[in-house]
C-alpha cells in the first residue's frame, strides 16, 4: 500500500512538473532537465510493464535503466554547471578546471584500481558500481557549490530548486546506496521505501521551485558588472595598498 | 573500491554544502545587489578603518605587562590581563574581517574576469585559508594563553597578510591592465 502511495505519488509530480514546465516555458530553457524528468517518468513505465508482465527480465530492465538514469542526471550537473555560471567567465573557467580535475583523479582511482584487482570489476555488486557513479556525481555537485559559495553566485529560484533538488538526491542515493551495500539484507526492506520516498521529496522541491519561471539575478545586470570591474579593481587596489602601509608599519616596529 | 566511510563523508559533505548554500543564498543575493545596483559608494561605506599601527606591537607586547606585575598587585594584573585580552581579540577580529572583505571584493572582481588562472586562484584561496586558520588560532590564544606572549605568531600573521595583500594587488593590476587593453583596441 505504501509503496504503491510513493510510486504513484511520484508519477504524478513528474507528470506535473512536466506539464508546469511546459506551460511555464521552462522545457526551452532547462532541456537537460526537463530530459531527466521525462527520462525517469518512461523508465517508470517501462519498469511497472515488465514488473507486471515479463517479471523474469525486470532485474535486468531495473538496473539497465538505473545506469542510464545516472548518466542522464550528468547532464542535470552539466546545465547547472552551464547555467549557474553563464554570466560569470572567471568563475565558470576555474569551475571547468576542477571539474576537469576531479574526472582525471576519477580516471586514476579506477585505473589504480583496476591494475591492482583486475577481477574487479566483474566481481562488483551492481549496487557498488551505482554507488561509485552517484559519488563521482556528488563530488561534481560539491565542487560546484563549493565554487558558488566562494565566489557568491546568485541564483535564481528555478536553478535554485533544480541544484536543491539534485544536490539532495544525489546525496541521499550515495548514503544510502552505502547501508544498502553494507547492510545487505538488513537495510534492504528499508532501502525498498526510503530510495523512492527520497525522489519523491525531490520532485517537491522541484516543483515547489519550477512552478512558473523566475530568472537568475546575474544575467541581465552582467553588463553592468563589467562595467564596473575595472572600478572594482582600483578601489580594491587602493584599499589594499592602505591596508600594506599599516601592516607593513606594523611589522616594521 | 572506495571505502564505505569516504562514500557516507561524501555524502554528509553534500548535504552539509547544500545546507550552507541555503542559508547563504539570501545575504550572497543582497551581495549581489549591494555590488551590481549601487557604485562605488557602497563600497567606501564597507571599509574597515585601520587600527594605528603602533597598537598591534603594543597589545603583544610584555613592557607593560611587566610594568604592571612590578606592582605586585593582584587585581591590578587581573585588570590589566582582561582589558589586554578584549583589546587583542578585538584586533584579531578586526584583522581577520579585512581579509574576508579583501577576498569577497577579489572574488566579486574574479567571477567576471575572462583571463583567470587556476593557479592563481587556487594558491590565493590556499592563502586565505592559511590567514583564516592563523586568525581562528590566534583568538583561541588569546582567550587562552593571553595575548603577552603572541608576539611573535601575531607578526607573523602580519606577514602573512601582508603577503596575500601583494598578490591580490598583482592579480588586480593584471586585470586592469588587460581591461585597459581590452578597450583601447577596441
Known amino acids: ?253 | 573500491m572506495i571505502g564505505l566511510i569516504s562514500a557516507l563523508t561524501i555524502g554528509l559533505l553534500l548535504f552539509l554544502a547544500l545546507l550552507v548554500f541555503a542559508i547563504r543564498l539570501g545575504s550572497t543575493a543582497r551581495g549581489f545587489h549591494s555590488v551590481s545596483e549601487s557604485s562605488g559608494e557602497q563600497g567606501q561605506s564597507e571599509e574597515f578603518e585601520a587600527c594605528p599601527p603602533e597598537l598591534v606591537a603594543r597589545i603583544f607586547s610584555r613592557a607593560d605587562w611587566e610594568l604592571i606585575s612590578r606592582t605586585h598587585s593582584s587585581s591590578l594584573e587581573r585588570l590589566f590581563l582582561q582589558e589586554r585580552r578584549k583589546v587583542a581579540l578585538f584586533w584579531v577580529r578586526h584583522t581577520s574581517r579585512g581579509i574576508r572583505q579583501v577576498m569577497r571584493k577579489h572574488t566579486e572582481a574574479a567571477r567576471n574576469a575572462a583571463d583567470i588562472r587556476f593557479r592563481t586562484e587556487l594558491s590565493l584561496f590556499l592563502f586565505y585559508m592559511e590567514l583564516l586558520l592563523m586568525c581562528e588560532t590566534l583568538d583561541v590564544l588569546i582567550t587562552t594563553v593571553g595575548p603577552s606572549r603572541l608576539q611573535r605568531i601575531a607578526s607573523y600573521v602580519h606577514e602573512l597578510s601582508r603577503e596575500f595583500n601583494y598578490a591580490h594587488e598583482a592579480f588586480a593590476r593584471s586585470n586592469a591592465g588587460g581591461a585597459t587593453e581590452t578597450s583601447s583596441s577596441s
Open chain 1, 1 to 253: 500500500m505504501v509503496d504503491e502511495l510513493i510510486r504513484w505519488g511520484g508519477i504524478g509530480s513528474m507528470i506535473l512538473l512536466l506539464l508546469r514546465g511546459q506551460q511555464s516555458g521552462l522545457v526551452s530553457r532547462y532541456p537537460a532537465f526537463y530530459f531527466y524528468i521525462f527520462f525517469v517518468l518512461s523508465q517508470s513505465f517501462l519498469r511497472l510493464y515488465f514488473y507486471h508482465w515479463k517479471l523474469s527480465l525486470y532485474r535486468y530492465t531495473y538496473w539497465a535503466t538505473e545506469f542510464v538514469g545516472i548518466l542522464v542526471g550528468c547532464g542535470v550537473v552539466f546545465e547547472i554547471f552551464r547555467m549557474g555560471l553563464k554570466a560569470y567567465p572567471g568563475a565558470s573557467r576555474i569551475a571547468r578546471n576542477c571539474l576537469v580535475l576531479l574526472f582525471v583523479i576519477a580516471v586514476v582511482v579506477a585505473v589504480a584500481n583496476t591494475a591492482r584487482d583486475p577481477g574487479w570489476w566483474a566481481g562488483a555488486t551492481v549496487t557498488e558500481i551505482q554507488r561509485t557513479m552517484r559519488m563521482v556525481q556528488a563530488f561534481s555537485l560539491l565542487a560546484l557549490v563549493l565554487l558558488f559559495l566562494h565566489y557568491s553566485i546568485p541564483f535564481g529560484r528555478n536553478l535554485r530548486g533544480i541544484l536543491f533538488g539534485y544536490g539532495l538526491f544525489v546525496a541521499g542515493s550515495v548514503i544510502w546506496l552505502t547501508f544498502a551495500y553494507t547492510g545487505a539484507g538488513r537495510f534492504r526492506n528499508l532501502w525498498l521505501y526510503l530510495y523512492p520516498l527520497l525522489y519523491d521529496i525531490t520532485l517537491v522541491v522541484w516543483i515547489g521551485h519550477l512552478w512558473g519561471y523566475c530568472p537568475n539575478p546575474q544575467i541581465s545586470a552582467s553588463a553592468q558588472f563589467e562595467q564596473q570591474y575595472e572600478r572594482v579593481a582600483a578601489a580594491t587596489k587602493r584599499r589594499l595598498q592602505e591596508a600594506r602601509s599599516y601592516l607593513g608599519g606594523a611589522i616594521d616596529r
